[in-house]
């Protein structure tokens, strides 16, 4: 989970849950307001830039 780090970055901004991490990469793709939480095979794949690494809450 990623809470804490969108709490403190991006506390403002709405969020959307959807399936998968493939799928909000997706999304992301497609309407350039959104932004997602996935990984960078993912931000590969559909030609996303990498705005933050490592936001995860424990990362165990």
Same mark, same amino acid.
């Given at each position: 989970q990623c *809470?804490?780090?969108l709490d403190a970055n991006l506390g403002q901004i709405e *969020?959307? $849950?959807v399936a998968? &991490?493939?799928e909000a990469a997706r999304l992301a793709?497609?309407?350039s307001s959104c932004a997602a939480i996935a990984s960078d095979t993912a931000a590969t794949i559909?030609?996303?830039s990498v705005l $933050? *690494? &490592?936001i995860e809450d424990d990362p165990q």
């Open positions: *809470r804490e780090w *969020r959307i $849950a998968s &991490n493939g793709r497609k309407d559909y030609e996303l $933050a *690494r &490592n």
